[in-house]
């Protein structure tokens, strides 16, 4: 049974978090097989594997963390290397056309932001949070004309 949503319950995705988490595990499991398992590895080439090692997983991890959090104030957009804080005056409509990876913001400063939280690879439940999203934005940008 699934939890039921909040309207500030963050945007993340589902599968590509699974994904990036057990790729991380498997980096890492092959990285200390191979310094362990190789002799002939010295130091330096021992600490060069560990290195890729480590920036995979953290790209795995950082994957694993994208996300959208909504608060009364606005929206905190964590992508895989850039984190945009947005006021909901800020988002003038969101987007989410046959074939986008994931949901599009269309910005007041003619810009448009990419929201990874969001992934089409999710399916239906990508649509719904799409849906939620763009129904956060509409609340939170309402004017006493509702113009």
């Given at each position: 049974m699934a939890a039921p949503t909040t309207?500030?319950?963050?945007?993340?995705?589902?599968?590509?978090?699974?994904?990036?988490?057990?790729?991380?595990?498997?980096?890492?499991a092959g990285t200390v097989t191979v310094i362990l398992a190789i002799p002939e590895l010295g130091p330096g080439d021992q600490i060069g594997f560990a290195i890729v090692g480590l920036l995979i997983i953290w790209f795995c991890w950082r994957q694993a963390s994208v996300a959208?959090?909504?608060?009364?104030?606005?929206?905190?957009?964590?992508?895989?290397?850039?984190?945009?804080?947005?006021?909901?005056?800020?988002?003038?409509?969101?987007?989410?056309?046959?074939?986008?990876?994931?949901?599009?913001?269309?910005?007041?400063?003619g810009d448009t932001l990419a929201v990874m939280g969001v992934q089409r690879a999710d399916g239906v439940r990508a649509q719904d949070e799409a849906q939620r999203l763009a129904t956060l934005v509409a609340q939170h940008s309402r004017t006493a004309r509702d113009d």
């Open positions: 309207q500030y319950t963050p945007f993340r995705p589902h599968l590509a978090r699974i994904v990036t988490l057990v790729m991380a595990v498997v980096v890492l959208a959090l909504p608060s009364p104030e606005g929206l905190v957009v964590r992508n895989l290397l850039v984190t945009t804080r947005l006021e909901w005056a800020q988002i003038v409509a969101v987007r989410f056309g046959a074939g986008q990876p994931w949901v599009q913001l269309d910005l007041s400063d």
